[in-house]
């Protein structure tokens, strides 16, 4: 195999360059972005902000932007220094030690797990609105495997055929964004249904008022997530020190404007707020009301294209993220998940991964105590990392991509108190104290999993990395 320019970084890190590069730019922001996936969030999780805080909650919107964005900020440095598979584990490895590593890449190899089951299953409701009838269990688990094992064989066919299909996916869900959104504003625009007091009115209930508004934030904070997955394939991007630190901010950024300016279009457009706020999908209530069934089952096909490419780029990243832990040689049976398919894909991390999802998914109502506790562990994953930039960074060489320069401690600062203020909202509720002791055991298994296999030290991979074929 030839070596690419860009190896060079794999090659001083002490492997041997096995992936194939043939991403480019739009690909970079589109994985992201599918990752993402302002549809997916919005439409699973608008409801939740009008349960806890009415409409005036959708403010948090850009506050939970703003700090996902300064978050993003720290990890774009990190992309343009260390363009390496695997992201956060091997960041960490540089930044901390190779145990908080390695931790890093358990919680960020199972969320990314869980989070594909949780998107697959999210699929199955809307399948059964499009379809007029609800899914009973048994066909529901039946689709929601045949999904996982579409998204396993695209993905097995390399990052190319992936993206591809990845970026159709993206191209389509900003037009039916964009579209639906201008559409819906001529049309209220005509009946004059502007409802501008719904998001400048802070209810009456319920009080305090504060708690439910602190809630409604995690709509932003469950959407606006897993944008380092970019950085993820790394090792699959050309140029990637500067390609990729671009197109995960650019990926953040418009997420949270065309996230935001969707919500404000279709809260405005709730033509009775009591009606939306007890439907299980309210956006299929507010599109119904203007467009009729049709249109709403056109933009529910326009959703499930993005659910679908959302899970199959988080099912890419997590197996990204096994590969770059076994070819340390610090996984179990690293020697059989480090292997690399012909077509240049870590073929058997990939189906250990796809094994996991369909696991998590017949688990049922567990699957969400798991969802929780993945996003739980988001947030020490992205805090630990950045605890560990704002500490190490100052004292590495100067980089000639992306830095943040003299905005380093700030930008620190804000992204650590966000993540802590985040971290607080996902685990101190009781509602989500279940999701909080679950992310405690996933944590646990992996103290078990990093005693067997996880404290070997790196050098005899990277011998072999050197020395294989």
């Not at 012909?342 to 991390?349: E, F, G, L």
């Amino acid at each position: 195999m030839q070596h690419h320019d860009d190896d060079q970084a794999i090659i001083e890190a002490g492997y041997k360059p096995q992936l194939k590069r043939s991403l480019g730019p739009f690909a970079s922001f589109a994985i992201p972005f599918s990752e993402i996936s302002i549809t997916t969030g919005i439409f699973a999780n608008y409801g939740f902000v009008l349960a806890k805080a009415g409409p005036f909650g959708f403010w948090t919107w850009l506050l939970v932007a703003f700090g996902q964005t300064m978050v993003a900020l720290v990890l774009a440095e990190m992309a343009g220094r260390i363009p390496l598979a695997g992201s956060l584990y091997n960041w960490n490895n540089k930044l901390a030690n190779p145990m908080v590593g390695w931790f890093t890449g358990w919680m960020l190899m199972v969320a990314f797990a869980i989070g594909t089951a949780a998107v697959t299953t999210t699929m199955l409701p809307v399948i059964g609105v499009i379809l007029g009838y609800d899914l009973d269990p048994h066909m529901a688990s039946a689709i929601a495997i045949a999904l996982i094992l579409g998204q396993l064989i695209i993905n097995l066919y390399g990052a190319r055929l992936t993206s591809h299909i990845n970026i159709i996916a993206v191209v389509a869900e900003i037009i039916s964004m964009v579209g639906l959104g201008i559409l819906i504003t001529f049309i209220i625009a005509a009946k004059g249904h502007f409802h501008f007091d719904l998001l400048t009115t802070i209810p009456t209930e319920p009080r305090p008022y504060l708690p439910g508004f602190l809630m409604s934030s995690l709509l932003c904070a469950w959407t606006i997530i897993g944008f380092e997955c970019s950085a993820d394939v790394s090792e699959e991007t050309v140029n990637a020190k500067r390609v990729t630190p671009k197109g995960m901010l650019s990926a953040v950024l418009i997420s949270g404007l065309v996230g935001f300016a969707f919500i404000v279009i279709m809260t405005i457009a709730i033509p009775d707020l009591a009606e939306v706020s007890k439907a299980s999908y309210p956006l299929a209530v507010i599109i119904t009301h203007y467009l009729g069934s049709s249109g709403t089952n056109l933009f529910l096909a326009f959703v499930l294209t993005s659910m679908f490419a959302c899970a199959m780029v988080v099912m890419m990243t997590a197996t990204r993220v096994l590969f770059a832990m076994a070819r340390d040689d610090r996984f179990i049976a690293s020697s059989v998940f480090k292997k690399v398919s012909a077509h240049h894909v870590p073929k058997n991390a990939a189906l250990l991964i796809a094994a996991l999802t369909i696991i998590f998914v017949l688990m049922g109502d567990n699957l969400t105590l798991l969802a929780g506790a993945s996003t739980v562990c988001a947030g020490l994953y992205y805090l630990i990392t950045v605890i560990s930039f704002g500490i190490t960074v100052p004292k590495l060489p100067d980089t000639h991509t992306f830095s943040l320069g003299r905005w380093h401690w700030p930008v620190v600062i804000i992204a650590a108190l966000w993540l802590i203020i985040e971290i607080g909202i996902l685990t101190i509720p009781d509602e989500f104290h279940a999701g909080a002791l679950t992310a405690a055991g996933v944590v646990v298994a992996g103290v078990v999993v990093y005693f067997i296999t996880g404290r070997k030290n790196k050098s005899s991979s990277r011998e072999d990395a050197h020395g294989g074929p």
